[in-house]
């Protein structure tokens, strides 16, 4: 079964992750966008412009925390 992570885009575009708020099923996610800079490489937007919810898959082809120089603590 995947996983997926949830991110939130904002009206202005800009990008979050919830890393503490997962999912089973893609469901509505159909526009998919390429993520530089953050774990997963890849997310699913429920909306293709503005605000939107979206879920990036968990698995092992995402990058970790410590390849993006994040500093967890």
Do not use: C
């Given at each position: ?16 992750r919830l890393p503490n708020a ?52």
């Amino acid at each position: 079964m995947s996983k997926y992570v949830t991110y939130l885009r904002t009206l202005e575009g800009n990008i979050e992750r919830l890393p503490n708020a997962t999912a089973t099923q893609l469901g509505p996610y159909h526009y998919e966008e390429t993520l530089v800079g953050w774990p997963e490489s890849k997310v699913y937007w429920a909306n293709d412009r503005g605000p939107a919810v979206g879920l990036a898959p968990l698995d092992a082809t995402s990058r970790s925390d410590d390849q993006l120089g994040f500093v967890s603590g």
